[in-house]
């Protein structure tokens, strides 16, 4: 399984996808990103936890904001990937499904990043079984914390960031400032072409590998 999808991974960047309602092709590292070595199961309920004392109401609600975003363009896709908040944490959460939301000092040791998203757990296939997302202590405006974390959670639906993409083209186009979104709070028609991509692939092979394990018996 795991050489089959890195053989996936490593064609399906090179795939020019097609969006029904844009006039333009979805085109890797163009507007549309690369995909990711890493992304959630299907139908995986997230839970997300946040780290107790480093959020504010109003900045946990546009948290949430972007886990519904990221919830309904799941259900969209065929991802069937869901987000829902799980209570605050004191640490990293390693649970089947577990994402934690915290901070640390990133900008002034990183001067290229204000966030990371990074897997905790995965299988041998590269999907994921729990990861933490990072913030930076400085990133308090609610507005750049809600694309920041819808960037982020793009990282767990299978995308890379795309460094050459247009501006405004995609939700994995760099950041400008610590606290300023890319001009974008949630996915754009591109970035849900190549999730659905992604998912469609996962469960293709995952439906070939059910049917192998039957015939051998």
């Keep these: 399984m795991k050489t089959i999808l890195l053989t996936i991974l490593i064609l399906l960047p090179m795939t020019v996808v097609r969006a029904q309602d844009v006039a333009e ?54 991802a069937g990937v869901r987000f829902v908040y799980a209570g605050e944490a004191e640490g990293l959460v390693s649970c089947q499904g577990c994402l934690t939301v915290t901070r640390r000092d990133i900008h002034k040791n990183d001067r290229k990043h204000y966030a990371f998203f990074n897997p905790l757990k995965q299988s041998d296939g590269g999907l994921l079984i729990s990861a933490w997302i990072d913030f930076d202590f400085a990133t308090t405006s609610p507005q750049a914390l809600q694309g920041f974390m819808a960037h982020e959670l793009g990282h767990g639906m299978g995308l890379w960031d795309c460094t050459t993409c247009k501006k405004k083209q995609t939700i ?46």
């Design 172 to 217: 994995m186009n760099g950041f400008p400032g610590i606290n300023s979104n890319n001009g974008l709070i949630a996915p754009s028609t591109c970035d849900l072409e190549v999730v659905r991509q992604v998912y469609r692939m996962q469960r293709r092979i995952a439906n070939n590998i059910v049917a192998d394990e039957t015939g051998n018996e």
């Design 25 to 78: 092709a979805c085109v890797t590292n163009r507007n549309a990103p690369p995909v990711s070595a890493y992304y959630w199961p299907p139908d995986t309920q997230v839970k997300v936890y946040l780290t107790a004392g480093m959020f504010t109401a109003e900045q946990r609600d546009m948290l949430f904001i972007a886990m519904k975003t990221w919830t309904a363009a799941g259900s969209q896709t065929g």
